[in-house]
């Protein structure tokens, strides 16, 4: 492997110990495997919705369907002042029923609602993009933590997730990765403000999946245990 980050990667200076409540089903892993969905989002919905050029984990575009103030903007929520929850919808949201009824369809406070499009990369890449998120800025310690879900729009079985919990000097623990398989219809609920995470896409064509911030809560949490993997 010809990179890997060391300490003065920005994931590094991401507050990884706080007071907010948290989820008891993330607290060994960090991740929870949910069913597939039993729902479809209509090629049209995706395809049609207004991408822009921003670039995070890789040669990605990204269409913002909910966002801090309801404009198209790919930036952080701490860029209008705010944490990364209680969003507004965006014009997107009108050409994808299909997204915004399933992200209500959750009941819990939701953040930026985004579907992402990402060129093929390989492994050595994708590495290079390695990261943590930092979902959790301007949060109040009250209040509960801020994590992410995926929905794949696409069929892409020999893609996947790269998950990494953090050594004890704060870097990707190469010892603990997990691989998440990125099928359609694949869902999964990870704290990337605790794990270092990027996709490996070596495909042909370009992924799409659906990504939403939530806040930890009894709500989010009823819905998790409803929709688990057995």
Known sequence: MSFWPNSEHWSVKIPLETAHSRLDVLAETGVVILKDADFDVPESEYLSLEYMDWKSGGDTNFAPIATA????????????????????????????????????????????????????????????????????????????????????????????????????????DASTEVRVPLHKGARFIVDTQRLWHVVVHPGAESRYALITSFESSPVLDTWIAAQAAS
């Open 69 to 172: 103030d309801g404009e198209l903007d790919c930036r952080g929520f701490w860029d209008k002042g705010k944490t990364d929850k209680d969003a507004v919808w965006t014009s997107n949201a009108d050409v994808a029923p299909s997204i915004k009824n399933y992200v209500d369809g959750v009941g819990a406070n939701f953040g930026r609602v985004r579907a992402i499009k990402l060129e093929p990369q390989d492994r050595e890449s994708a590495i290079r993009s390695l990261h943590r998120d930092d979902n959790n800025r301007f949060n109040p310690d009250d209040e509960g933590w801020v994590v992410r879900t995926w929905v794949e729009l696409t069929d892409n079985p020999d893609s996947y997730m790269i998950l990494m919990d953090n050594d004890a000097d704060g870097l990707p």
